[in-house]
């Protein structure tokens, strides 16, 4: 009797350490979904933070693409396009208001006319510092 105990603990024994150590292989190449190991709000947080928007600037006949970090105002895309040599801007920062562009390239207010942006073909309704543009989002330049 004691003989067939010591056999079965040792078949058990040999059995555990078999699943065990095929468990570690699999778990070991099995990639844990990010769902499971953060919470929402820190993987939105992750996306956000490497996401890239691309929206297209149309100044005349002119059309650029500008790629901002997710989350940029529309200030902050005309800064960048600027830093990268393509297009020129200026204008005059209002406290309470904002910033508002006074030259964009050709474009220069004046004479009654100011320049005014459009949103995907509708006038925008916020400043350029409030409007935070979308991937691609097509904003035109109009001298109005």
Known sequence: MKENNTKFIASVLIAVGILVFVSILFLKNKTIPLSQKE????????VSNKKNVVINLVVENKNI?????????????????Q????????G?????????????DALHSGGGKN??????????????????????????????
């Open 39 to 46: 919470s929402v709000s820190e993987q939105i947080s992750q």
């Open 65 to 81: 693409h500008v790629v901002v970090p997710y989350g940029s105002s529309l200030y902050d895309a005309l800064v960048i396009a």
């Open 83 to 90: 830093q990268n040599g393509q297009i020129n801007f200026s």
């Open 92 to 104: 005059k920062s209002y406290p309470s208001l904002g910033f508002f562009v006074t030259d964009i």
């Open 115 to 144: 320049l005014i942006y459009y949103i995907n073909g509708a006038e925008a309704q916020v400043g350029i510092s409030s409007y935070v543009p979308a991937d691609g989002d097509i904003i035109s330049w109009k001298l109005e």
